[in-house]
């Protein structure tokens, strides 16, 4: 019964892939439909024990489920760009979801599999961002504001994942977060804010009225959050593309300082 649940599984990202098997995308959305199948020939494969003594298939197991979302922009010039470089081999980068200027959603990937696009990061004590997250590439080169469109698109997308994974608001984080000092996407006209109001990030409140006691260690809260602290400055530069955006100088000054222990009492 459980082998004959995964094999469903598994048709059933065939069935998505073959759905799109016509047009530009056809070649890898064969080549989608293979990887899968022989994904689901590895799981169906009873595991080699190595002490020699019998398997006992649990009965109790299930898909691994993400408890992330990471945001990133794509650095590109269009959504055709972007979706020619998760498609090639050689370049080993790929996405769940690519979100065009104009809204438009393309999944390139169920939410079950891993995708290969947080790289060398860190977040709190995991390491391993791929293995636990889904990455959402919004079409943008870098240095302009995301439509609204696109926003409405990525609103949709993550109401969608949250609703299906229950994933917690405070997962829902920028690629710039995880790889301080090495990545910084989302931009910095990034609509956090209006991200945290729909429930999806958390954010400061409107009005800080909390004074900044005198034993509050910024750094040690910047890892609390969940930053790398490994570089200081860097961290604090990430921290600020996220919740201030405004000037990054990698140093706080007084009202950031209170922006980020009204943050640290939220993460607590």
Same mark, same amino acid.
């Given at each position: 019964m459980l082998q004959k649940s995964i094999q469903?599984?598994?048709c059933g990202l065939i069935l998505v892939a073959m759905s799109c098997s016509s047009g530009p995308y056809g070649p890898t959305n064969k080549a989608y439909k293979k990887q899968t199948k022989e994904l689901g020939k590895t799981i169906r494969t009873t595991p080699v024990n190595p002490t020699g003594q019998d398997f006992v298939g649990t009965t109790n197991f299930g898909l691994r489920k993400p408890n992330y979302v990471i945001i990133h922009h794509t650095a590109q010039n269009s959504t055709e760009q972007t979706l020619k470089t998760f498609i090639t081999p050689k370049t080993q980068v790929s996405a769940h979801y690519v979100i065009g200027r104009d809204g438009m959603i393309y999944q390139m990937l169920s939410d079950y599999l891993r995708a290969w696009h947080g790289g060398a990061a860190k977040w709190g004590n995991l390491?391993?961002?791929?293995?636990?997250? +889904?990455?959402?590439?919004l079409d943008n080169n870098g240095f302009e504001p995301f439509s609204e469109a696109q926003i409405n698109g990525l609103l949709t997308v993550l109401a969608n994942?949250?609703?299906t994974h229950t994933i917690p %608001? %405070?997962?829902? +984080?920028?690629?710039s977060d995880i790889a301080p000092g090495r990545k910084?996407?989302?931009n910095i006209t990034?609509?956090?804010?209006?991200? %945290?109001e729909n429930g999806y990030g958390l954010w400061q409140d409107q009005v800080l009225t909390d004074s900044v006691p005198e034993s509050f260690n910024p750094i040690e809260a910047l890892r609390i959050i969940g930053y790398d602290i490994k570089n200081p400055e860097n961290a604090i530069k990430s921290f600020q593309l996220h919740f201030v955006q405004k000037?990054?100088?990698? +140093?706080?000054?007084?009202?950031e300082k209170q922006i980020l222990f009204n943050l640290y009492k939220k993460y607590l």
């Open positions: 469903l599984f598994f390491t391993d961002i791929n293995s636990s997250s +889904i990455g959402i590439e994942l949250k609703k %608001a %405070a997962n829902f +984080i920028g690629h910084v996407d989302p990034f609509p956090w804010k209006k991200l %945290a000037e990054l100088t990698g +140093i706080l000054n007084e009202e």
